[in-house]
């Protein structure tokens, strides 16, 4: 089970931490990764981390904004998302594929959080 957490409405320029608790499975084994919806567009892959945790990938329109991690001692990823931009709006899913592996393909992933809506907006 994956339970996304931390979104809601933010100002440009300002930051939220988005939280993915994994339980009922071995966390250790799973990358993790974050995906977004915004209205009318298609899902896209945001960010992933790798079960190690020592590799990570990024959308290019949010490198150097966006950090990816992951806590094995609470089981959860963190997104944190700085200087957000309107654009950023959208509901977003944290989602794991059955391996190790991270990959930014949505359509590669076997488990889904039900998300959460990221507002950016003034």
């Known amino acids: 089970q994956l339970v996304e957490s931390g979104g809601g409405l933010v100002q440009p320029g300002g930051s939220l931490r988005l939280s993915c608790a994994v339980s009922?499975?071995?966390?250790?084994?799973?990358?993790i990764g974050w995906f977004r919806q915004a209205p009318g567009k298609e899902r896209e892959g945001v960010s992933c981390?790798?079960?190690?945790?020592?590799?990570?990938r990024y959308l290019d329109s949010v490198k150097d904004r966006f950090t990816i991690s992951r806590d094995r001692t609470k089981n959860t990823v963190y997104l944190q998302m700085d200087n957000l931009k309107p654009e950023d709006t959208a509901v977003y899913y944290c989602?794991?594929?059955?391996?190790?592996?991270?990959?930014?393909?949505?359509?590669?992933?076997?488990?889904w959080g039900k998300g959460i809506l990221v507002t950016v907006s003034s």
């Open positions: 989602a794991a594929p059955d391996g190790p592996s991270p990959s930014l393909d949505w359509s590669t992933m076997d488990y």
């Open positions: 009922g499975v071995i966390f250790d084994y799973f990358a």
């Open positions: 981390i790798s079960s190690s945790g020592y590799h990570t």
